[in-house]
């Protein structure tokens, strides 16, 4: 609902603190990654942890994931390129099938742990700021997905057009 008088200049954005939290997070996880002398990318988390949970195509992992076909196309040709897996012709030959190669493998395993204390160190986080992030951002995402944003900015335009326009009519 958009507020008479907000002062929107001094205000971040949305998508400012989004990408900001995202920087701080990536950064960490960064950090981790050396710390355990390893070359990783934390894009390939997601996907990783599908594909050790029983994904076997990227439309499974696309399922499991809030991650777009596309993202996850790109991270698996990543993945591949790094020899973490391979692809495989599945019996009905319509889908390319994903597997974690041997190395792939000893990457997950060697990263469980890891993933293990990330979740206990976000279970922190919520309890230190006293609100559950990752349930906020799972019913922001739903809500995102039943009407987009810009049909939201477009709406609260024309509620506050049409605010101005009966106080200018008075």
């Known amino acids: ?6 002062d ?6 949305l998508g400012e603190l989004l990408r900001y ?3 701080l997070i990536e950064q960490g996880a960064e950090e981790q ?14 996907v990783l942890r599908a594909l050790d ?3 076997r195509t990227v439309t499974d992992i696309t399922g499991r994931t809030r991650l777009t ?6 991270t698996v040709a990543l993945l591949e390129n790094d020899g973490l897996i391979a692809r495989h012709a599945l019996d009905d030959g319509r889908k ?5 190669t041997a190395a792939g493998r000893a990457l997950v395993d060697r990263l469980e742990r890891h993933w293990v204390a990330t979740f206990a160190a976000i279970d922190r986080l919520e309890a230190e700021i006293g609100y559950p992030v990752r349930q906020v951002l799972a019913a922001m995402a739903d809500a995102l997905e039943r009407e987009g944003f810009s049909a939201r900015v ?7 057009e049409g605010e101005h326009a009966h106080v200018d009519d008075a």
């Open 1 to 6: 609902m958009y507020i008479a008088g907000m």
């Open 8 to 13: 929107t200049r001094q205000q971040p954005g």
């Open 21 to 23: 939290v995202n920087e």
């Open 33 to 46: 990654y050396r710390a355990m002398r390893l070359n990783y990318r934390p894009r390939y988390t997601p």
């Open 53 to 55: 949970d029983g994904a």
């Open 69 to 74: 076909q596309g993202a996850i196309s790109q």
């Open 96 to 100: 390319r099938g994903i597997r974690l």
């Open 154 to 160: 477009m709406a609260a335009r024309t509620e506050h």
